[in-house]
């Protein structure tokens, strides 16, 4: 039953909540009994059966669509219908259509989407044979073989691989956003199964481990095999989503499928977005139905009046229904006015925003300077709903890795024995920029140079050939120092795998400068040094992590000769340095402070020659720490500070983690227009913070950047607090929250606060997981919002979403998040809007986005030019679209004082059901999609036209009430006038032409010219379209109405058509064209008054601008491309270490090479090697280490 129900698209809940997975390897009937998720996944909403019935049913959970429902049943009862059904039938059937066919669409891609995935293959060990089977197929407790550069299919168990030590490599890229290979870990009691098949599907492991969740970081759980159990953690578990790299095949057990995975666990939950315009039409929609009730309400209290104190009169002629009374009748007038007056709600208006909306995204996904040439990529805007909302934001939050930097790492700077190489300086000794046509340094002298390496100061190539023994210790360190594994697949052809991208670009300059890191063993690192083969002995690693902040290796080389390479930030460096260093620090410390101030990530070099005797006692000593049971960490540490002391600077290395083009002016730009950038990375502080400063998002003239970094949540707290005193010391401890609504619930926003001068924050994951706590989430969201720039460091893909939850829910803004990983997917999915980045790190967050486009500096483009557009042009819809419609409405409310309140319709029938469909349908069309107040470059050159949109300006419930108090002005004008004029006239023949027919048709008529002409007066853009469509619809207008007023008609359909000679009888008469011009006069000139003050004595932004444009003569030239200025600057980012363990106990346990492999096949060919595309040009930024919840 339940997978029937599950069938029709119906979600069955489980009964009990999983505490706890059992499961047991190839046994499929026991994992059966307890109902686990298979590995099938689901994202589409509907099915062959579901579609109809649940988007009508969606569809008609939409209050207008529901409102016209009600009235096509009332226009089906005789004795209270006033107009015809199809007056209501055909723009509902319309509606309705366009969203299901767009529904319908949207669907088909998901079943297409899904399919692909469910329908992917892999190898399943079932009976004990390996079968092809579908991912949807696969169960719990199946062990399945997966094979290189393949997709993980589900949460798996390692159990063997064909790698030494069961290791096997894998990108997280999907996953985490980390672009660096991982390595995973079978047990040894699992491992010994190999290949085995028959071994293999003997295997009959129980496993208990945590139920499904959405931790990447954390697995608990046990393995038990023959009576032994074993633990198992997130060393040895490989989740769906990652992709097996560098390893033949291996082996897994399925421990959690499809939904349960901890892909689909962080994919979060898919949010019904709507735009704030959305949410006020809903609150304008319920007024107007009041209003609606309270105009019905008066017409039929007058229509009581009038039958009790006139009715009587008429009865000899309009004899009335049997038991009808003047109540009953004011009863059924009141649902009749219901009819008549509907229009004020108009049905056509949510297919004209429709329309709208589809045509503005069209223009984004056609801006061809949204077109990124080199990757293919166009915009895209894969949402059609929110396009005004663009014109809106307050708020961006923004990943870093792949968002604002390009993934790419380059061995950019470089200090030797006091000397800065890197920089290309002209003849006079001024710096020059480097682009692509700057010449390049000539490595062919080096046979093992990497070709795609490049570097551009020619004085670095000339020391290390010229033998300098400073220049070459240096490279030699890099060559040494390091955990990079090679693989040489045919001689000379090189490839590095690094554990972290910035160790790549390092080994890789040493490389390229004659120092070529070849080959490794557990024991000895082989290098060529200029053209040499040299092996040095490596007789220990003291390896990386989070507290040391640096690595060593201790090497013999061939000459006997002890020396301990270092590298690390340069502050630890600096600590543990020689005193005689002191001169060469403080250079050393100069150029590092330039290297920071370009945003470059920067590392500190030197070396100690060592004692032979002192080492050898040394290494005793490092034995028993490393055999240690207690502290084992902590007395390695103790033992490594013994010999990493008194040490000589070699130098330091600059590698640059490459922005965007045009980032920082694109968020000076985003800056000027008043909206806030929040950075959201998984990156560790001082990289995120040297990339502020990079971007533009930090600057050195700010007052103050806080760093908010403690560890308990009282010291968050008081950091917290004491940042926002120094910004605003008058700023009381509660936060100032909006004032309750009208409803009396109270108001979560919390308004804005006045800050003097610009601020920037700093907070790192840890701090940020405290801050976000209930009692602390205010003071948090208080003090960031008065910082110009806030950047979030080591934030995990949970922490992100909840940072924009926290702005969403209590600040009265737009957001919008952009990021192009897995790990921002949620954040993604939070904000009001999504952006995706077609960038390094798969697609999962463009398929999870809103827009995406390939680079962040369209980001600029999409918001002050399309979104400002968009937002322009749906406040005039909006505006003209309630003003023509309550001015034909109010019409007929006056006219109901002329027909006893009988509910008479003042226009023809016909007109009534066209006005919205044909005659003012295209040509506001034509206004919401071609208007513009300025060009996209004035757009560019004045930001500031940006902020009415953030502060809702042009449509808002002000903005409303004035439409409203205009509509009633031109319906009385429209009305009285057109009343006044056809009074007791006659015509020139002296026949009368006062009649009811004459007058319809002029009123119409007057109504039609008059919207027209104010549709002419809100058009700041003339196209040929747009006069296209305002004559054609006039056109149209004449030729419909003299063709349904002709004789033909009436003698074809006599009941449908019966204004027969009306429309020629009355508009050869001058008098009534002298009307029509009349009324269009008093219609227009308090607009035109009104707008003639305002821009003298209070012009607004656009006005200014407007004004300027008019008395420029030529269009602005593009904004110039900025140098970017030398800044030099105390703060700098630290090398980019993977936050990990490092791998130096792997490298020197012995185990994890091979033997010498005789002929080994290649795996892959070198085009699709991850590593073999690793250049120094193609590393790609990681987030370094486990992120913390």
């Given at each position: ?177 980390e672009t660096n290979l991982k390595v995973k870990q079978a047990l040894t009691i699992t491992g010994d199964l190999g290949n085995d098949i028959q071994r293999l599907a003997a295997f009959n492991g129980e496993m208990r481990c945590e139920p499904p969740n959405n931790r990447l970081d954390k697995f608990t759980g046990t393995l038990t095999v023959g009576g032994e159990t074993f633990a198992v953690d997130n060393d040895r578990i490989l989740l769906r989503g990652c992709t097996l790299r560098n390893t033949e095949w291996c082996f897994g057990l399925v421990v959690f499928g499809g939904p349960d995975t901890k892909l689909m666990q962080n994919s979060g939950k898919s949010i019904f977005k709507r735009t704030s315009i959305d949410h006020l039409m809903n609150v304008l929609v319920i007024f107007i139905f009041g209003f609606l009730a309270f105009m019905c309400t008066i017409l039929s209290i007058g229509n009581g009046i009038w039958e009790y104190q006139e009715g009587n009169s008429f009865i000899a002629f309009l004899p009335r229904d049997n038991g009808t009374n003047a109540a009953l009748s004011a009863f059924l007038t009141f649902w009749s006015y219901v009819i008549i007056l509907n229009t004020v709600v108009p049905i056509s208006l949510y297919v004209s925003v429709e329309i709208l ?833």
């Amino acid at each position: 039953m339940g997978s029937l129900l599950s069938a029709c698209g119906i979600n069955v809940k489980k009964k009990k909540v999983e505490e706890e997975r059992h499961l047991r390897a190839n046994d499929r009937e026991f994992n059966l009994s307890f109902m686990y998720a298979d590995n099938a996944i689901k994202t589409s909403k509907y099915n062959v059966f579901t579609f109809l019935p649940l988007n009508l049913f969606e569809q008609f959970q939409r209050l207008a669509n529901a409102y016209f429902v009600f009235l096509l049943i009332l226009q089906l009862i005789p004795q209270i219908s006033s107009l015809s059904w199809f007056t209501t039938v055909v723009p509902l059937l319309l509606v309705l259509s366009i969203t299901l066919a767009k529904d319908l669409s949207d669907d088909i891609t998901r079943h297409k989407n899904d399919n692909h995935v469910n329908n992917r293959k892999v190898e399943v060990l079932i009976d004990g044979e390996l079968k092809s089977e579908k991912w949807m197929n696969v169960q719990v407790g199946d062990i399945i073989k997966l094979e290189n550069n393949e997709f993980v299919t589900a949460d798996l168990l390692l159990l063997s691989s064909s790698e030494p030590l069961n290791l096997i490599y894998i990108e997280t890229a999907e996953l985490d956003g980390e672009t660096n290979l991982k390595v995973k870990q079978a047990l040894t009691i699992t491992g010994d199964l190999g290949n085995d098949i028959q071994r293999l599907a003997a295997f009959n492991g129980e496993m208990r481990c945590e139920p499904p969740n959405n931790r990447l970081d954390k697995f608990t759980g046990t393995l038990t095999v023959g009576g032994e159990t074993f633990a198992v953690d997130n060393d040895r578990i490989l989740l769906r989503g990652c992709t097996l790299r560098n390893t033949e095949w291996c082996f897994g057990l399925v421990v959690f499928g499809g939904p349960d995975t901890k892909l689909m666990q962080n994919s979060g939950k898919s949010i019904f977005k709507r735009t704030s315009i959305d949410h006020l039409m809903n609150v304008l929609v319920i007024f107007i139905f009041g209003f609606l009730a309270f105009m019905c309400t008066i017409l039929s209290i007058g229509n009581g009046i009038w039958e009790y104190q006139e009715g009587n009169s008429f009865i000899a002629f309009l004899p009335r229904d049997n038991g009808t009374n003047a109540a009953l009748s004011a009863f059924l007038t009141f649902w009749s006015y219901v009819i008549i007056l509907n229009t004020v709600v108009p049905i056509s208006l949510y297919v004209s925003v429709e329309i709208l909306r589809l045509g503005n995204s069209y223009f984004i996904d056609w801006d061809r300077k949204m077109y990124h040439v080199k990757s293919d990529t166009p915009a895209q805007a894969r949402t059609t709903t929110l396009n005004e909302e663009l014109g809106q934001i307050k708020y961006i939050f923004s990943d870093k890795t792949g968002t604002l930097t390009q993934n790419i790492m380059t061995f950019n700077r470089c200090s030797i024995n006091g000397k800065s190489y890197g920089e290309v300086v002209d003849f006079a000794g001024q710096r020059v920029e480097v682009t692509e046509k700057t010449e390049k340094v000539d490595f062919s002298w080096n046979s093992l140079a990497d070709p795609k390496f490049s570097f551009h100061d020619h004085k670095l190539v000339e020391a290390v050939k010229l033998g300098s023994p400073e220049v070459q210790a240096f490279f030699r360190l890099l060559a040494l120092c390091h955990t990079v594994m090679p693989e040489e697949k045919t001689e000379g052809e090189l490839f590095y795998q690094a554990q972290s991208p910035d160790e790549g670009a390092l080994v890789t300059a040493a490389r390229n400068f004659g120092f070529v890191f070849r080959s490794r063993t557990p024991e000895t690192i082989s290098v060529v040094e200029m053209g040499v083969p040299i092996t040095y002995e490596l007789l220990a690693v003291l390896d990386f992590n989070n507290v040391r902040k640096r690595m060593s290796v201790i090497v013999r080389n061939p000459e006997g000769k002890l020396t301990l390479y270092c590298k690390g930030a340069d502050t630890i460096i600096y600590e543990r340095l020689h005193p005689s260093a002191s001169k060469l620090t403080e250079v050393t410390t100069e150029h590092l402070n330039e290297y920071a101030g370009e945003g470059l990530r920067t590392l500190a070099l030197a070396y100690k020659d060592l004692d032979e005797d002192k080492f050898e006692e040394w290494r005793k000593r490092h034995h028993e720490a490393s055999t240690a049971l207690d502290d084992r960490e902590g007395k390695l540490d103790a033992i490594y500070e013994e010999l990493e002391k008194d040490m000589l600077l070699l130098g330091a290395s600059a590698v640059e983690d490459k922005l965007q083009d045009g980032v920082p002016q694109t968020i000076e730009q985003l800056a000027k227009a008043d909206i806030k950038i929040w950075v959201l990375t998984g990156d560790k502080q001082e990289t995120a913070e040297n990339i502020g400063y990079a971007c533009n998002m930090l600057r050195e003239e700010m007052k103050e950047i806080f760093i908010v970094a403690a560890n308990t949540a009282e010291e968050v707290r008081e950091e917290l607090v004491n940042a926002r005193k120094k910004m605003s010391p008058e700023s009381g401890d509660e936060p100032p929250m909006e004032k309750s609504t009208f409803l009396g619930k109270k108001s979560q926003v919390v308004e804005d606060e006045k800050v003097n001068g610009e601020y920037g924050l700093v907070i790192n994951g840890h701090s940020l997981a405290f801050a976000l706590q209930k009692d602390m989430e205010l003071e948090l969201l208080r003090t960031a919002c008065m910082c110009q720039a806030v950047i979030c460091c080591r934030v995990t893909p949970l922490q992100k979403a909840q940072v924009v939850e926290l702005v969403k829910k209590h600040k009265k803004a737009v957001t919008l998040a952009i990021g192009d990983g897995a790990n921002d997917v949620s954040m993604i999915k939070t904000a009001h809007i999504g952006v995706g980045i077609s960038g390094q790190e798969g697609m999962q967050a463009v398929l999870s986005s809103d827009f995406s486009f390939a680079q962040f500096r369209y980001l600029q483009r999409l918001l002050l030019v399309h979104g400002r557009w968009s937002y322009l042009r749906m406040c005039k819809f909006l505006r003209y679209f309630f003003y023509k419609n309550f001015t034909f409405t109010f019409v007929h409310f006056w006219y109901g004082f002329f027909c006893g309140f009988s509910a008479q319709t003042v226009y023809d029938e016909w007109y009534i059901t066209l006005y919205n469909l044909v005659y003012t349908a295209l040509p506001v069309i034509g206004l919401s999609l071609f208007d513009q107040d300025v060009n996209d470059r004035w757009s560019f050159q004045h930001p500031q036209l940006y902020a009415p949109g953030q502060l809702n300006q042009y449509f808002s419930k002000k903005a409303f009430a004035r439409i409203l108090l205009h509509s009633c002005y031109s319906s009385l004008i429209l009305f009285f006038v057109p009343w006044a004029a056809m009074c007791d006239t006659v015509r020139d023949d002296g026949k009368d032409i006062a009649d009811y027919q004459s007058f319809a048709l002029l009123a119409q008529t007057c109504l039609l010219i008059a919207v027209s002409v104010q549709l002419g007066l809100d058009t700041y853009y003339w196209t040929a379209v747009n006069q296209f469509f305002l004559w054609g619809s006039l056109s149209v207008y004449f030729a419909v109405t003299f063709t349904m007023y002709s004789n033909g008609m009436y003698l074809i359909f006599t009941s449908s058509f019966p204004f027969i000679g009306t429309a020629r009888n009355s508009l050869n008469q001058p008098n009534a064209w002298l009307t029509i011009l009349l009324t269009t006069i008093l219609c227009s000139l308090p607009v035109v008054a009104k707008r003639f003050l305002f821009i003298q004595l209070k012009p607004t932004i656009n006005d200014k601008v407007r004004h300027k444009v008019r008395q420029a003569k030529a269009v602005p030239p593009p904004l110039p491309r900025k140098f970017p200025r030398r800044r030099i600057s105390t703060r700098r980012s630290g090398y980019a270490f993977s936050h990990a363990r490092g791998y130096g106990d792997l490298v020197t346990s012995g185990r994890f090479l091979r033997i010498p492999v005789k002929t080994r096949p290649t795996l892959f060919p070198q085009s699709e090697t991850p590593v073999a595309d690793s250049t120094p040009q193609t590393y790609r930024t990681i987030f370094e280490g486990a992120q913390s919840p």
